[in-house]
C-alpha cells in the first residue's frame, strides 16, 4: 500500500478523513467510560448528543458528515451548521475515542469548522458579531477598549518588569472581574511580583473554535509577540479557555510546539498548587463549605501541550515517525482538588462525571454565543448532579464556567453557590 | 424525501415534531459505515442505505403507532438502538425510516427478586452499574458495555464469564414485543399479568423465536421492553480507578481473582476446563489468544505492530495461556477453597501461574471492546459455534488453515487458531473466529473467507451460530435445517405480511451475492427467487 502524506495540520480537512474514515459508531464519545459509568443517570459526557439525541449531532454522526461534506456528497444547510457548531468542542469525545481508537476527533470537528469558514458558510451570524467585537474593540464583547484595566483593584499596581505576566483575558476584564482582582491578591499575598500585558488583547479562542482560522492566526502571532517583548518567563491565565489558547491553540495555529513559545504557560491553579506545596502560601483561614469541583474542559482534558507532526501513514494505519497523542490523561486535575482540599472547612465531594468525563457547562467555544438555550440547558445538567452530591456550591476554574452556572442558578432560583477557584482561595489566604 | 408527505405528517403527529428529522444532514449522521462492525466489507457497501428518515419513539405505543404507519404507506422501516451492530443493524433499502429507540431508556430494578426492566435505549454497563451497586450482576456480551442491553440478550449476549450461567436466553424474562405489523405480543409472566418477573408464560416458549440462535436483527419486530434476570454477586466494590484511557476496576482480591496460567499444550487447557467444570469451580476461564496480550501491552497502533511483528507460527503455536476468574460469591472461604483446587488442577496438568493484575477492564464493564479496531481499522468476528469443547478447539484450528488462503487481505496472525472457552460450567465450549483487515485495503478476500467459513461449516459439520441474517438463508438453512429457510421465511410472512421489518432480511446475505459481482464465482447453491416485494 503506497504511504500517504499526513500532518495534524487543522487547515486541511483532508488531514482527519482517515479518521472520520475508522469512526466505528461506539459511542465511547458520548457516554462516560464506562468503568466510570454511574449508573442510569449522569451517564453521558457529550452534551451535544445528551441534548440534540440524533447521532448527528454525537461525534460519530459529524464524522460522517464531515466525511460526506469533505468528499462533496453533502451540501451545506442551516441544519448542518448548527450540527457543527451545537458542540461545545469540549474534548469530551476526543478523550472517550482515545480510551480504544486513537482518532484525533477534536482536531477533526476544528478542521470541519475551519472548513466550513473556508467556504463561506461559516460560522453562525452571533459569531461574526464576535469577530466584529474582538477586530474593533480587542474583546469580544464589544466593551470600551479603555476599560479594560478597570477591574483593577484601588491601590493595586502592577509591575512593570516581571518574571509573571498575568493575562486577565476578556471575561475576567469585563464581566467577572471579581476573578481578576481575587487572582492578583493572591500573587500579591503570596509575594509573586507580576505584570500585565502594556496593551492587552483578546486572546481569539471564539474566532479560533469557529473556524476562523486567518483571524485568530493574526491575533496568535500579535499576542505571542507582545509577551516575547516584556521578557516575561511564565504567563499565567485565570480563565481555563484562554489558558488553551496560550498553551494548546497559539501553537497549533502557528505550527510550533508548545516547548518554544518562549515562556511558561501555567493556569492559577497551577501556579498555587506550586506554592502550597513549597509552603509559600498557606490557606489557613477557615472556609466552612461542602462544595463540588467542577473540571473546565480546557484547564482539563483539552490542556495537553501541543507539539506539531507531520509523517506519513500506511498498511493497518501505522503513522511514522512516531506520534505522540494527545489523549488528555495529563490535563490539570489533580491540583485544584488538592488546592481546595488543603483550604481549612472545606469539603470536597466529587460528581459522579468527574475529571475526563466531566460533563461541559455549554458555554465555551463560541457556544453560548450561538445557542444560549443550548449553553443554559448544558449548565442546568451539571447543576442537577452538584444537587445531587447535596454540595453547597460549585467551584470551577473559569470565567465562562461560572458565569454560565451562575445565569443557570439564578433561572432556576435556589440557594447554590456559584464560585470561581480563585475566590474561594483568597478568602482562604487573605489577611 | 422519498416518505410522503401525508406519512410524514402523520407519523409527525406521533413523536412530536423534535423527534423526527428526513433532513438530509440528520440521516447522514446515521449512514452504517464506512468505519464500524463489518463496515468496509462489500455487504457494507453494498447493502446499506442512508436512512430517508429517523424517528425516536418514546413509549411502546408510539412504536405500535409508527409500525402500523409504515404498514399503511408501506414504509419500510429498521429498529435501531445503539447502532453498534454495524451494517447489518441499518437501512438496507432507499428511504427507509430508521426508529431510533434510544428515548426508551426506561430502568426498573426489584433487588428482591433479582431482576431489571428495561427499554431497549438503556446499555449495560449502566445495568451493570446499577446492579453492582446492589449486590448483583449481569453478563455484559463481548460486543462491550456500549450496547444496547435488549439488542445484546436477543442476538449475542455472552463473555467468559458466562461460564457459570450460560447463553442470555435464560435470563430473558418477561418481555414486550411489538410485531412488524404493530401488535404487541406480551411474553413469559407479563402475557398474565402486569409483572414481568418470569420468563416462562402461556403456550410455547417464544424466546427461541425472538432470538433463535443468535437473533434476527431486527427483521422479526421490535423488543420495546424486557425484564433481565440478574445474579447475585459478592459484596465489595469494584472500585474505578485511573484516567482514560488507563481505566481500570480494581478488584477486591479477597473476593474476585483473575489468575493467568501457563499450560504445556492446548489439550492441557481442554483438560483443565473439564476439571474445573466437574469440581464446579470458576467464575470465567477461557484460552486467552497471544494476540490479546499484544493489545494489552501495546500504548499505541504502531507499538502493537512493532510488537506482533515479533511473533510467529512457533511462538503462536506455543503460546497456551488460560485465564481464570475466581468469585467469592458467598464468602472469602469460597474463593480460598476454589483458588486451592484450582492450583491443584493446575499443578497435576503441569501449568503454572503467572502474575496477574488485580484489575478487569475487559468483562465486567467491559469498556474495551472497541480497541479491536485499533490495530487494522477492520473487524469482524466471521463465526461463532456454541456447542461442546471438544467441538469448538477444532473449529477454530480449521478456520486457522482456511484463513491462511485469504491473508492478505486479512491481517497476518501466524496461523492463530482463534479463542475457546468453556460454558455452562463445562457443558457447552464456544469458540469465535475474529478477523482483521485494512478498509483501504481491496476487501473482496475478505468477503470471500466470511462466506467460505459457511461452507467450511457445513463441510465439517460444525455447529455455526451464524445462520440466516448472517449468512445467504439458502446456502445454510438447507444444511442446518434442512428446512430451516422454509421455516424463518413463514415466520417472517406471518409476523410481516408486507415485508417491511428491515427487509431484505433475512435474505439480505443471498441478496448481496446476487449483486456483488466479486461474489458470484463463489454461488454453487440454489438460491432463492428474491421476492418481488422486496
Redesign the interface.
Known amino acids: 500500500?503506497p504511504k500517504k502524506k499526513v500532518s495534524l495540520d487543522v487547515t486541511q480537512v483532508e488531514n482527519f478523513i482517515f479518521d472520520m474514515?475508522?469512526?466505528?459508531?461506539?459511542?465511547?464519545c458520548t457516554?462516560v467510560?464506562?468503568?466510570?459509568?454511574?449508573?442510569?443517570k449522569f451517564?453521558t459526557r457529550c452534551p451535544s448528543a445528551t441534548r440534540y439525541?440524533?447521532?448527528?449531532?454525537?461525534a460519530?454522526?459529524?464524522m460522517?458528515?464531515g466525511?460526506?461534506l469533505a468528499e462533496g456528497k453533502?451540501?451545506y444547510?442551516d441544519?448542518?451548521l448548527e450540527?457543527l457548531y451545537a458542540c461545545t468542542l469540549c474534548g469530551a469525545c476526543d478523550?472517550?475515542c482515545?480510551?480504544?481508537?486513537?482518532l484525533e476527533i477534536e482536531l477533526t470537528l476544528e478542521a470541519i469548522r475551519i472548513k466550513a469558514v473556508k467556504d463561506g458558510k461559516g460560522p453562525m451570524p452571533e459569531h461574526k458579531k464576535i469577530a466584529n467585537n474582538i477586530a474593533t474593540k480587542h474583546n469580544s464583547f464589544g466593551a470600551p477598549h479603555e476599560n479594560r484595566r478597570k477591574w483593577l483593584p484601588e491601590g493595586m499596581k502592577p509591575a512593570s518588569k516581571a518574571e509573571v505576566l498575568y493575562f486577565v483575558g476578556c471575561s475576567a476584564s469585563y464581566t467577572n472581574p471579581e476573578i481578576a482582582q481575587a487572582t492578583v491578591k493572591i500573587l500579591n499575598a503570596s509575594g509573586t511580583p507580576f505584570m500585565l500585558m502594556p496593551d492587552e488583547w483578546c486572546c481569539g479562542n471564539a474566532l479560533y473554535s469557529v473556524g476562523m482560522m486567518g483571524e485568530a492566526q493574526a491575533l496568535a502571532r500579535r499576542n505571542v509577540e507582545a509577551v516575547k517583548q516584556t521578557g516575561a518567563t511564565t504567563l499565567l491565565t485565570s480563565c481555563a479557555e484562554g489558558y488553551r489558547m496560550w498553551k494548546v491553540d497559539y501553537p497549533k495555529i502557528l505550527n510550533m510546539s508548545t516547548a518554544d513559545l518562549g515562556f511558561r504557560v501555567v493556569h492559577l491553579v497551577e501556579y498555587v498548587d506550586e506554592l502550597i506545596k513549597k509552603g509559600t502560601l498557606k490557606p489557613t483561614k477557615r472556609v466552612d463549605l461542602r462544595l463540588t469541583y467542577h473540571d473546565s474542559c480546557s484547564l482539563s482534558r483539552l490542556s495537553e501541550p501541543w507539539v506539531p507532526w507531520e509523517g506519513e501513514r500506511g498498511?493497518?494505519?501505522?503513522?511514522?515517525p512516531?506520534?505522540e497523542?494527545r489523549?488528555?490523561?495529563n490535563g490539570v486535575?489533580q491540583q485544584p482538588r488538592d488546592i481546595l482540599s488543603s483550604i481549612p472547612g472545606v469539603e470536597l465531594v466529587e460528581m459522579p462525571r468527574m475529571?475526563?468525563?466531566a460533563f461541559c457547562c455549554g458555554a465555551g467555544r463560541g457556544t453560548k454565543e450561538a445557542f444560549p438555550d443550548f449553553a443554559l440547558w448544558a449548565a442546568r445538567q451539571r447543576l442537577e448532579e452538584v444537587k445531587e452530591v447535596g454540595a453547597e456550591a460549585v467551584v470551577s476554574a473559569c470565567p465562562w464556567c461560572k458565569d454560565n452556572f451562575a445565569q443557570a442558578v439564578k433561572k432556576n432560583g435556589g440557594n447554590l453557590k456559584v464560585l470561581d477557584i480563585s475566590e474561594l482561595i483568597l478568602a482562604s489566604v487573605e489577611v | 424525501m422519498a416518505i410522503s408527505k401525508e406519512a410524514y405528517k402523520v407519523l409527525e403527529s406521533i413523536v412530536g415534531a423534535e423527534?423526527i428529522?428526513a433532513?438530509?444532514?440528520?440521516?447522514?449522521?446515521?449512514?452504517a459505515g464506512?468505519?464500524?462492525?463489518e463496515?468496509g466489507l462489500g455487504y457494507e457497501r453494498v447493502m446499506t442505505k442512508v436512512p430517508g428518515c429517523?424517528i425516536?419513539p418514546r413509549t411502546t405505543e408510539e412504536v405500535q403507532k409508527i409500525v402500523k404507519v409504515c404498514n399503511r404507506y408501506k414504509i419500510p422501516f429498521v429498529p435501531y438502538s445503539?447502532?453498534?451492530y454495524?451494517a447489518r443493524s441499518h437501512p438496507h433499502v432507499a428511504d427507509e425510516l430508521l426508529i431510533?429507540l434510544?428515548?426508551m431508556?426506561d430502568?426498573e430494578i426489584d433487588d428482591k427478586h433479582l431482576y431489571a426492566v428495561v427499554g431497549p435505549g438503556?446499555?449495560y454497563?449502566?445495568l451493570?452499574?446499577?446492579a453492582m451497586?446492589r449486590g448483583m450482576y449481569i453478563i455484559v456480551g463481548g460486543g462491550?458495555?456500549?450496547v444496547s442491553a435488549i439488542a445484546n440478550m436477543i442476538g449475542d449476549g455472552w463473555s467468559p464469564l458466562s461460564y457459570r450461567i450460560g447463553l442470555p436466553h435464560r435470563r430473558i424474562l418477561g418481555t414486550e414485543l411489538v410485531l412488524p405489523d404493530g401488535e404487541i405480543v406480551l411474553m413469559g409472566s407479563l402475557a398474565l399479568q402486569d409483572d414481568p418477573f418470569w420468563g416462562d408464560g402461556l403456550g410455547p416458549d417464544l424466546r427461541g423465536l425472538l432470538r433463535g440462535f443468535t437473533g434476527h436483527r431486527g427483521c422479526l419486530g421490535i423488543v420495546t421492553k424486557m425484564a433481565i434476570k440478574l445474579m447475585p454477586f459478592q459484596p465489595e466494590r469494584l472500585e474505578?480507578t485511573?484516567?482514560?484511557?488507563?481505566?481500570?476496576?480494581q478488584l477486591p482480591t479477597n473476593r474476585v481473582r483473575w489468575i493467568n496460567f501457563t499450560m504445556p499444550s492446548r489439550d492441557s487447557m481442554k483438560e483443565a476446563m473439564f476439571e474445573m467444570a466437574k469440581a464446579e469451580i470458576g467464575a470465567g476461564v477461557t484460552k486467552v489468544p497471544l494476540f490479546w496480550r499484544a493489545i494489552a501491552k501495546a500504548r499505541?497502533?504502531?507499538e502493537f505492530?512493532e510488537l506482533w511483528s515479533k511473533e510467529s507460527e512457533e511462538t503462536i503455536s506455543n503460546f497456551h495461556v488460560l485465564r481464570v476468574l475466581l468469585v467469592g460469591f458467598a464468602s472469602e472461604e469460597q474463593l480460598e477453597y476454589e483458588e486451592q483446587v484450582l492450583m491443584d488442577i493446575i499443578a497435576e496438568l503441569g501449568g503454572e501461574a503467572r502474575r496477574t493484575r488485580p484489575s478487569d477492564?475487559s468483562w465486567f464493564?467491559?469498556?474495551?471492546?472497541?480497541?479491536m479496531?485499533?490495530?487494522?481499522?477492520g473487524y469482524v468476528s466471521v463465526d461463532y459455534v456454541i456447542e461442546t469443547i471438544e467441538h469448538a478447539i477444532p473449529h477454530g484450528e480449521n478456520y486457522a488453515k482456511l484463513k491462511r488462503k485469504f491473508t492478505p487481505p486479512l491481517?497476518p496472525d501466524y496461523g492463530d487458531p482463534g479463542w475457546f472457552q468453556s460454558f455452562e460450567l463445562g457443558h457447552q465450549g464456544y469458540s469465535e473466529f475474529l478477523v482483521y483487515w485494512?478498509?483501504?485495503?481491496n476487501t473482496d478476500g475478505v468477503d470471500h473467507f466470511y462466506l467460505e467459513t459457511s461452507k467450511e461449516n457445513i463441510r465439517k459439520r460444525f455447529y455455526t451460530s451464524l445462520l440466516g441474517p448472517h449468512q445467504p438463508l439458502y446456502l445454510t438453512g438447507p444444511a442446518y435445517g434442512p428446512n430451516y429457510h422454509k421455516w424463518l421465511l413463514a415466520v417472517k410472512n406471518e409476523f410481516d405480511p408486507n415485508f417491511v421489518c428491515h427487509p431484505p432480511v433475512p435474505l439480505a446475505h443471498d441478496e448481496f451475492v446476487e449483486r456483488a459481482e466479486w461474489m458470484k464465482p463463489l454461488k454453487d447453491w440454489e438460491g432463492p427467487e428474491i421476492a418481488p416485494k422486496l
Open positions: 500500500m474514515n475508522r469512526c466505528i459508531k461506539c459511542k465511547g457516554w467510560d464506562h468503568i466510570y459509568m454511574p449508573g442510569i451517564s439525541l440524533f447521532d448527528s449531532y454525537g460519530y454522526g459529524k460522517r458528515i466525511l460526506a453533502l451540501d444547510s441544519k448542518l450540527i478523550v472517550g482515545k480510551r480504544n481508537l486513537d498498511l493497518w494505519g501505522v503513522v511514522a512516531p506520534l497523542r489523549r488528555g490523561a486535575y475529571r475526563e468525563n | 423527534y428529522s433532513d438530509p444532514t440528520i440521516c447522514e449522521g446515521y449512514r464506512p468505519g464500524g462492525y463496515c429517523v425516536m445503539t447502532g453498534w454495524g431510533d434510544k428515548r431508556d430502568f438503556v446499555i454497563s449502566q451493570q452499574e446499577e451497586r462491550g458495555s456500549q474505578p485511573g484516567i482514560s484511557p488507563h481505566t481500570t476496576l499505541s497502533k504502531e505492530w477492564e464493564k467491559n469498556a474495551d471492546s472497541a480497541g479496531w485499533l490495530m487494522c481499522g491481517m485494512d478498509p483501504d485495503e
